[in-house]
């Protein structure tokens, strides 16, 4: 995105956390005008005890780095570009499911702060209109294989009206789709109180039990066709939601004989990228 305003309101750490309505998260605010990448300083933050909860925001990232080692662009003042720091008891191995409870909370707070109609793309775009307005970097690191921390990065695009040519077709911003500026404090408060709320709920069960049925509500590839670029695979087949661990359910046929046969395969996140087959969503 190229956002070619100037003039913005900037974001203030102490604000932020006054503003904040959770026990936990968000209450510490890490503020930077311009970084690297907040989920780089998270990560390093994520390494000491007691910075659970630790939210780090930054006006611009010079190397935002997007799911499958693509870049993210992150110009000052339009985004939030921001990583959550956990440091939380869950098995690594589970881990990956956050991305999908983070995406719960985020399509949540920009419905009730914006009134817009988001939805989800597997496992964790939010998508409006048909294009995409928040990406989630899920990252971890372990120690003896228990988890160290795992960092959430989100990154949204609020109130910047420009994308370059090649991501016009398939990003778009908040204000773009609800013709007004969005509060970028107000969103933050909302985002945080859900993913804490979410959060909670994912952290007795570490399954997303409880969370299947309003994820798949809001999943946008549900019973659409999909195209699973797999590293060693790529098929097409119909989505029909998630399970309890956060895999896609996806049905596939094959004509055997001239028998149809079909199946369901379970995609899980991970180095794998979903597309309609007519396009993005
Ligand atoms: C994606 O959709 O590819 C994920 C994009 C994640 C971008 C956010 S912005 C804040 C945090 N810092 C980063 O470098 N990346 C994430």
Request: with cysteine; net charge neutral.
């Amino acid at each position: 995105m190229n956002d070619e305003r100037t003039e913005y309101k900037r974001l203030d750490s102490s604000f932020v956390e006054k503003r904040m309505l959770t026990g936990c998260f968000g209450k510490k605010v890490l503020y930077y005008e311009e970084v690297d990448s907040t989920n780089t300083v998270a990560k390093q933050l994520g390494r000491y005890p007691g910075n659970h909860g630790v939210l780090v925001l930054a006006e611009r990232q010079n190397a935002g780095r997007g799911r499958l080692g693509r870049n993210w662009s992150s110009p000052g003042g339009s985004g939030i570009w921001m990583s959550l720091v956990l440091q939380s008891g869950i098995l690594p191995a589970n881990a990956s499911m956050l991305t999908l409870v983070t995406a719960l909370a985020v399509n949540r707070g920009i419905r009730e702060e914006t009134g817009l109609e988001s939805f989800i793309k597997w496992p964790n775009d939010i998508i409006i209109n048909g294009k995409k307005v928040c990406g989630i970097l899920t990252e971890m690191s372990t120690v003896s294989d228990k988890l160290e921390c795992v960092v959430i990065g989100m990154g949204i695009n609020v109130n910047g009206e420009y994308f370059s040519e090649e991501l016009k077709s398939r990003a778009t911003s908040l204000r773009m789709e609800c013709r007004k500026e969005v509060d970028r404090v107000n969103l933050i408060v909302n985002i945080m109180k859900y993913m804490e709320y979410y959060y909670e709920v994912f952290e007795r069960t570490e399954t997303l039990k409880y969370m299947v049925d309003e994820y798949n509500k809001f999943l946008i590839n549900r019973n659409l066709q999909v195209r699973i670029r797999e590293a060693d695979s790529e098929y097409t087949g119909l989505a029909l939601g998630i399970n309890e661990t956060g895999a896609l359910l996806v049905e596939t046929e094959e004509i055997n004989q001239g028998l149809k046969n079909t199946s369901v395969k379970t995609v899980m996140s991970g180095e794998v990228s979903v597309r309609g087959i007519l396009g993005y969503v």
